[in-house]
């Protein structure tokens, strides 16, 4: 098949691209790397700042239609899929309808039915959100909702949703959101992970356990990474003897993965139900995930044996507990290191996961 796939969430098309094209398919990944990450592609559609960097991205992306045609599959990451006003993007949403084969929305990200869902109707006992039938009313929440509610990203994205052929979800809580909602077009798939050459079992150090956190400034109190790290350098200062602590704070993709090397484990996203792509790739790499493994998450993949997640509530005690028994039980780590590289193989190899996808594809085409 020949297949476009269109913008760019933590490496999820670009990691994808390499799997199927393994399996013999023709792909094309136009995006912007997912803006300062810089994750791989081969147009690349980012916008600079400014009004003029505005301009002269729609000019190219009209100057790219040419190449936009004539695909057998056409996978959007977002209803936001190019960075302009989301009322420019309903010209290029029906020009791929019109000259491709089959066009597909990905549930992957922050849109209007994870927004609208989480807000009002409140599948999930705590998410970007809500906590419980409390509605988050932090800045960057809020934000959030006066983005995509009553605007023109929500008559984009209900648009695309209904018009367009699939929506594959990558996570739980997306797939809770879309399915309901549609359920014979939406699908779940996991995210995919390349396995890395080499990984490790063991103890990052014999002496200290070493915990790595990422940051995005932009995203931090909405994600929960602020409430994370204060529990991390508050633990750090109390176990400073036989604890390290390595934060990298908006970096690019590939400085984030020479940083979260040799780490034990990784605190990311309090909010979330599941692992998103960052922690999955860790896990690959034998680092235990302290964040989001709840139920819901081993019981959409029907994974009945392992538990490599430390599931945190989205409360500071919870992080600050939780990581405080890994660092003083470090015998713990070997076992909980090799379920999460078991789980990675089982439900995220990346070749597997662009089987499914292409499985999927086929079904529609």
């Known amino acids: 098949m020949k297949i476009l796939l269109i913008g760019e969430y933590s490496n999820v098309h670009a990691t994808l691209a390499e799997g199927l094209r393994t399996l013999g398919h023709k792909v094309t990944v136009v995006s912007d790397g997912d803006g300062w990450k810089s994750y791989p592609r081969d147009i690349d559609v980012s916008r600079r700042p400014g009004k003029t960097g505005g301009i002269m991205l729609m000019a190219r992306l009209y100057a790219l239609l040419p190449v936009l045609r004539g695909f057998d599959v056409v996978q959007l990451i977002n209803p936001m899929f190019f960075e302009i006003k989301a009322e420019r993007l309903f010209f290029f949403y029906n020009y791929l309808r019109k000259h491709n084969k089959k066009v597909l929305l990905g549930g992957f990200g922050i849109d209007w039915y994870w927004v609208h869902t989480c807000t009002y109707d409140k599948p999930l006992r705590y998410s970007d959100f809500n906590f419980g039938d409390e509605v988050r009313t932090d800045p960057e929440a809020v934000r959030y909702q006066q983005d995509w509610l009553g605007t023109e990203k929500e008559r984009l994205n209900r648009y695309i949703a209904n018009d367009c052929d699939g929506i594959i979800t990558g996570l739980y809580e997306y797939w809770v959101c879309y399915h309901p909602v549609f359920p014979r077009k939406a699908t779940f798939i996991p995210y995919p992970i390349r396995m890395p050459e080499t990984f490790s079992t063991e103890r990052a150090s014999k002496s200290k356990v070493v915990i790595f956190i990422g940051i995005n400034r932009e995203r931090s109190a909405y994600k ?44 990311d996203q309090l909010y979330a139900y599941t692992p998103s792509m960052n922690p999955l790739l860790a896990m690959s790499k034998g680092i235990v995930c302290i964040g989001g493994g709840e139920p819901e998450n081993y019981e959409i993949i029907h994974e009945e044996e392992l538990r490599p997640i430390i599931n945190v509530e989205p409360t500071y005690e919870s992080v600050y507990r939780s990581l405080e028994d890994f660092v003083l039980h470090p015998e713990r780590i070997p076992e909980l290191k090799r379920q999460s590289i078991e789980y990675i193989k089982r439900h995220h190899e990346y070749v597997e996961v662009a089987r499914r996808y292409a499985d999927y594809y086929k079904s529609l085409v």
């Open 224 to 267: 929960g990474t602020d409430i994370m790290l204060r529990a991390a350098e508050d633990l750090h200062h109390k176990y400073a003897h036989c604890m390290k602590l390595c934060v990298a704070e908006n970096v690019p993709f590939a400085k984030y993965q020479q940083m979260m090397e040799g780490s034990d484990a990784i605190l």
